[in-house]
Every structure is written in structure tokens, then in C-alpha cells.
């Protein structure tokens, strides 16, 4: 049964940090990509920041890009997405997934296995 659980949010003032955890299991962890996604209050749910668990290359969207920092810790099967500098527009519910081998998704319906989400909210 693959799991993904994710933690860390809350709220916080702008300007604050926030460190979010996804702890996986097994099968939807090792050597794929894991990626963080949100969905802030009227929008559709976008990509953030993603990793390969293989060897760690990370990706971001350019809206946090220089602001979020994504790690990932093999021995726990957990990624991790570091959220600083916040913003009010980064408010929204954060969903940790875990996507295939290989090349990076280009799709978000290329990642399979999907948290209940963490929310955070910036004021």
C-alpha cells in the first residue's frame, strides 16, 4: 500500500519560514521524482518544486524559485520543502506526490501516488 503523509504546515507571517515534510513509503519513493504542488484559494492546483530521490536533482517553479529549497533524506523516505520568505500568495493547501523514474514529469497526471496535503497559510 503506497502512503505519502505530509506535515509542517501552519501559519505564519509574511516574511516567515516554514519547513514541509513528505514521508513515503517504499515503493513510491526510491530512485523517482517527488514533487511538491499547491493549490491556493481560487486557483488550480500548480507545481512547486520537485526532486529525484536518485540523486537529488531539484526543480522549481520560477514563482519560488531564489525562496523554496527542496531536500530529500533516503534513510527516512521523506522529502523535504523549505518555504522562506513567504508571501501571502503562498498561502494554499501543499500536496506532496510521487511520480515515475526517469525524466522529469512534464504533467502533474504523471504522478501517481498523492498526499491529503498540508496547508499553509501567510498573513
Known amino acids: 500500500h503506497v502512503q505519502l503523509v505530509e506535515s509542517g504546515g501552519g501559519s505564519v507571517q509574511a516574511g516567515g519560514s516554514l519547513t514541509l515534510s513528505c514521508s513515503a513509503s517504499?515503493?513510491?519513493?526510491?530512485?523517482?521524482?517527488m514533487g511538491w504542488f499547491r493549490q491556493r484559494p481560487g486557483t488550480t492546483r500548480e507545481a512547486v518544486a520537485s526532486?529525484?530521490?536518485?540523486?537529488?536533482?531539484?526543480f522549481f517553479a520560477d514563482s519560488v524559485k531564489g525562496r523554496f529549497t527542496i531536500a530529500r533524506d533516503n534513510a527516512k523516505n521523506t522529502v523535504y520543502l523549505q518555504l522562506n520568505n513567504l508571501k501571502n500568495e503562498d498561502t494554499g493547501m501543499y500536496y506532496c506526490?510521487?511520480?515515475?523514474?526517469?525524466?522529469?514529469?512534464?504533467?502533474?497526471?504523471?504522478?501517481?501516488?498523492w498526499g491529503q496535503g498540508t496547508q499553509v497559510t501567510v498573513s
Open positions: 506526490a510521487s511520480g515515475p523514474r526517469g525524466t522529469r514529469p512534464a504533467r502533474e497526471e504523471d504522478y501517481k501516488y
Open positions: 526532486i529525484y530521490t536518485g540523486n537529488g536533482v531539484p
Open positions: 517504499g515503493a513510491a519513493y526510491s530512485n523517482s521524482w
